[in-house]
């Protein structure tokens, strides 16, 4: 097996012992690259020289977590100091930005290697990028962290950052049957992305396996990462939320979630069916007068400068129409509904919902629908895609755990039995 | 009187009549600059050039707003896409962003002529500019937004944006003798602020006017803004607090904050004396660590490139003992405090509160204490400080009115019923 099939935690420890230098990592993650781009298109830029000198140089160190020498991929909303950094748009054509995000330099910190930049979604809304599903490359990969979701998936890179405002981790990283997490609200700092939506912009994280996105969490956000283990699950306490889109989902995607809900139980799990509070009736519009404010704000240069070249310019000329006071009370329905689910979640550790309404959707003209996601985004609430599921087509579909705000690690250790108990 | 002591009221009313044009008032201004910098120093960046060409072109056009052809400073914490950003700090000597935050955009749409740059603290945080008092250039004009609050009141300009992450905005405003607002988190879009604690930083005004301020904020929140007035205030509910930084207010602050909540239930408001629930006793620490939190990260990069040209280095090193689960755990406080004081403003209309401990303080080492602003700050409430007191050096003192989040213009209008009750 090449190295770029290895989890972080296989790489990790061998790196730290020796045995695979992190120059050995990259060019095995580099040669696939080398292989498969052509088809699958998940990279804004990439260069393989800069990516194996950044490797020599950790090579040269001791291991500053272990997180050291692992390639990862960075997805292009997310500013880096020495690699262009387009949004997706070209009013950003080889834009450089003056500083690392923050997230970007708390990796090198960790003595990770920044592989290259992946392909987003147009200011990581709707307008899809170049990247094909690598599973099957007539369907689309999902979006907006469509390159970081095919990246890991076509073993690329073993890890990659992506940011999520509606679906934009969870969703690509079920279509491309891989984990995404996106954590609670701010947990990642969110310094250097370019905002979209303030209120939910929020940084994920990619991998092939829940211990790989829990690990590489863990060196983000604490300072004892090296020891981290997940906490130890038994019945876990799981609410299974059909949620008010359930008739979005396809048949394939009912069908599965309902055996899951079975499934769980049976190995152990208190499966009990939950509905959210009545209040939860606004919230879909609340959300999306929340979003609409401040998106079309957040573009605001943009718009003012080069508003030709927006795909997405009419949609945010639509949004104008939200006013002021429909914001602030919108603002306060989602506050209480933040309030109300943390209510709901004292008798449940995890939520399992369905993580896109089916299989990634052919062709490359969209990015999918975001609705069994952006709930949970505007919410704040942790939530963990795990790929359990097989669609009719063949393509994988995911499985999403939501915890409380806060309960990352619960909710991450929940999915990692969930997955056990499905897979 | 030269058109540089207008208010913007007037200004515009004599811009939209031709009687005044957008180049008389930039001269005006800059010839204040000319003669008032040297002791001053309000400016980072100023070039009178592009000030007078901004105006002309502002000139030729219809008006587009009530803001058409007034010239706004600008915090050095907020990007310009046409004049140097440098945050306060020498890692950024001489850097041009690629785009304009969004506030500036918009300013900028609505025919604003942007003056220029003025000086922050590092950061936006507690290491001074070169900024003086203009009432006194032997004392600190307040921080972190010294020089939008220096150029507003030495009458360099009758409109400058700030920012408030404790106490930056309303704090500098009440030590130079200004109106201070800063409104509900998030009102104004800070994409493009530089950030320091993104669950606290809010873009503010700052005028000689609350009407002015008032002005300013309808033409960047709402697209009526032509025909805006305040709501009409008939013996407002105001709720006298005194906070639990009270020992911390001088003997003529506290003084003068008794006299005034006489003095406005002599006006005709309904005052009465008000305290927080118990919950916020542990307020307090939960927003230190909130912000310790993610101002630590939020530097990520210049720490881990450029450490030692930080002044605040050693601050940003022990917020680095907070850990993830602390960060949590405070959210949760704040959230829950901010949903008591809704509570408590089912009651009132707005609180009364003092703007700072006292006076200016002598000297150019410290930018004041920022105790009586921060609570309201992280609380997300829309606060407003109206320059109605003397102190004892014979500098002036504000009161500060606070109202619930989203009531931005009902407070601007207590604060305004409030002045003129107590000017």
Redesign the interface.
Known sequence: MTTNRYSITEAAALIASGKVTAVRLAEDCLARVAVREEAVHAWAYIDPQQVLADARARDAESPRSPLHGIPVAIKDIIDT?DMPTEYGSPI?AG?R??????????L??AGAVIMGKTVTAEFAMSHPGKTCNPLDTAHTPGGSSSGSAAAVADHMAPLALGTQTGGSVLRPAAFCGIVGFKP?F??I????VK?NT??YDTVGLMGRSVGDVALAFAVM???DAAAFALPPIDKPRIGFYRTLSWAKADAATQAALEDAASRLAAAGARVTEVTLPAKFSEFADARNKVGHY?TS????????NFEEQIAVREKLRRA?AV???QY??A??VL?EC??LVDVTFADFDVLLVPSAPGEAPRGLTTTGDATFNQTWTALHTPAVTVPVFKGPAGLPMGAQFVGP??S?YLTLACAEWGFRALA
Chains 1, 2 share one sequence.
């Open positions: 100091d950003y834009y930005p003056r500083a690392d995000a923050a997230c970007v330099a708390l090198r910190n609670t701010d947990a700092n969110p310094v250097g905002p303030k209120s956000t604490r300072s401040e704000r957040a573009l605001a240069w943009e718009r003012r104008d006013t002021f006071e602030m009370a603002q306060k506050d933040r309030r705000r806060g990352d």
